[in-house]
C-alpha cells in the first residue's frame, strides 16, 4: 500500500474573517507559537487555531480512513483470490 497518496495539507481558516494566510508574531522566528492573520490582523496561537478547525480536520481524517479501508480491503481480497486460486472448494468474492 502506498501510504504517500494520503499525505494530506489542510487549509486552517481564521475564526473570525476565514482567512487563510498567517505569518508568525515575530518575523524573526517563522515557527513562532502566536500567528496573526494577514487578512484581520487577530493574533492566535497556533493551538487555538487548530482546535477552532477541528471540524474541517475530523472530516478529512474521516474520508482519509474511508479511502485505506477501502484500499485495504481490495488488497486483501486480491491475495486471498491469489492464494486460493486453484482451490475448486474455495472461491472468493
Request: with cysteine; charged share 30%.
Amino acid at each position: 500500500m502506498d501510504t504517500e497518496k494520503y499525505n494530506r495539507s489542510i487549509t486552517l481558516f481564521c475564526p473570525t474573517c476565514g482567512g487563510t494566510q498567517f505569518l508568525p508574531v515575530i518575523p524573526e522566528n517563522i515557527e513562532s507559537e502566536l500567528q496573526r492573520c494577514a487578512c484581520c490582523s487577530r493574533e492566535i496561537t497556533c493551538d487555538e487555531l487548530i482546535r477552532e478547525n477541528s471540524e474541517n480536520i475530523d472530516e478529512h481524517v474521516k474520508e482519509i480512513g474511508k479511502e485505506v479501508t477501502n484500499e485495504l480491503a481490495l488488497e486483501l481480497k486480491k491475495q486471498l483470490a491469489s492464494a486460493f486460486k486453484g482451490s475448486i472448494f474455495i472461491q472468493v468474492k
